[in-house]
Structure formats: C-alpha cells, structure tokens
C-alpha cells in the first residue's frame, strides 16, 4: 500500500476502534472482529494489497434473527463462516498454535449498509467498519470443514438468489486467524479467548428490504434464517 492508503486505513481504524473500547468502558460485551474487503477486485479500487480487518461494535450483534433497518439504509447480506477463539492467539503464533486456539466454528450472516457514507474515502468507510450494520451467529459450534463451492447457498422469501463464489471459498481458517492477529498488533489490539472473526463473505452481497425473509443454507454446517424489518 502507498503511504495515503496507510494514512487513511491508520487514521479511520483508530475512529473505528475508539467506538468499541468506549462500548467496552460502558460495560459491553467485547465481541470480535471480521474481515473485510476479502474481494481482490474492491482491494485493487481502494489501493489495498490484501483484506483488512473491522471491529464488530457489541451494538451491532443480533440477539434474535430479526435486523430492524435504520432510515436511508441500503442493507445487504452476507453469508460467512465465524470462528470462535477458545485462547487468546499472539500475532507470532505459528499455524499450530493457530490451529489449538479455535474452540470452533459457526454460521454467520453479515448486515452491511451501503448507505453509510463514503465521502471520506477510505478513512470514512474504515470508521464503520466497512459499512458493517449488524452480525448474527447462529448455530451451535461444530468442526471445521470446507463448504464452498457447493455452499453457502441463499433464499429470499423461498427463491433463491445466491450461490457460493468459488474464490472466496474458505479453505482453511488458519491464516484468517493469523493474518487477523498480525493486523491487530498494528493497532494496539490482539485475539483474545471468546472471541469471534467473521472469516469474509462467501457469496457477493444481496439486497435486502423489509419484509424479506432469508434462509442461507450453509451445508454441513447447518441452515441459518433471517428477518429484515422496517426500523425507521
């Protein structure tokens, strides 16, 4: 990356990472991370040389499948795999020891708002974590196992309309957890046992408005269902 695309990414990431330790200072849960811009095309239009990694803020998490969209959104969906940490994970472990500190893994769906604002350029969008607008995890933890190219496969309201993209496919969970640990150092921050990272989108984002209902069939690793309602 040239020094602008760093000084932007620095300065938006610390915007970003000042939200979620006042959550934390007011007594919220820490939650985790995700990776974000995981598509080599988008890192190319932003000047970035690989993905990056958001905050996933404690107020965004779902506690039930229903995201209720704010006024001016432009909500999508994206469906990922969650790994949960058992250990905390530093920045120099090796692939082992990235291996033994995964508890296990889950289903997870994304909500982005294409909305939020991207008149401050990289800066801005890293602020909000790359329009990251909710996450649900659902399911119990299992093991892992490659489910792409065949899933993740998504329904809205019965018709489907995504299928997996075969290059985001996950493969192994190891370097997700690696290169997340190698970019938090950056910042201050590290993996710490409990906590979560959305691994990346496996499909290419999908519309979403109220009234919808999606189902996401993430094969051996379950199904998970999600209701969009008006929120403004």
């Given amino acids: 990356m040239n020094e602008e695309t760093v000084r932007q990414l620095d300065a938006g990431m610390e915007r970003q990472l000042a939200r979620v330790r006042a959550e934390q200072d007011r007594g919220l849960q820490r ?7 995981n598509v080599p095309a988008v890192q190319k239009q932003l000047g970035l040389d690989g993905w990056v990694v958001g905050a996933l803020p404690a107020e965004g998490v779902l506690d039930e499948p229903v995201f209720r969209t704010p006024a001016d959104s432009k909500i999508h969906i994206e ?4 790994i949960r940490l058992g250990t905390s994970l530093p920045s120099l472990a090796s ?8 508890e296990g893994f889950a289903p ?4 982005v708002d294409y909305g939020l604002p991207t008149d401050g350029g990289l800066a801005g969008i890293s602020a909000h974590s790359f329009f990251h607008a909710g996450s649900w995890i659902c399911g119990t933890l299992g093991s892992f196992c490659p489910i792409a190219p065949e899933f993740p496969v998504v329904f ?3 018709e489907k309309v995504a ?6 496919a996950l493969n192994d969970p190891a370097p997700i957890a690696l290169g997340t640990a190698a970019l938090l150092e950056r910042y201050g ?4 046992g409990g906590d979560w990272i959305l691994c990346g989108s496996l499909i290419q984002p999908v519309q979403a408005a109220p009234g919808d209902v999606f189902t996401i069939d993430f094969g051996p690793l379950g199904r998970s269902e999600l209701r969009i309602e008006d929120g403004a």
Avoid: F, Q, S, Y
């Fill in 189 to 192: 921050e590290h993996l710490n």
């Fill in 79 to 82: 469906a990922e795999i969650a």
């Fill in 31 to 37: 939650v985790g991370w995700k990776v974000a811009m």
């Fill in 163 to 168: 299928d997996a993209v075969p290059e985001l």
């Fill in 108 to 111: 997870a769906i994304e909500i």
């Fill in 156 to 158: 809205r309201n019965d």
């Fill in 95 to 102: 692939t082992e020891e990235a291996v033994e500190c995964i």
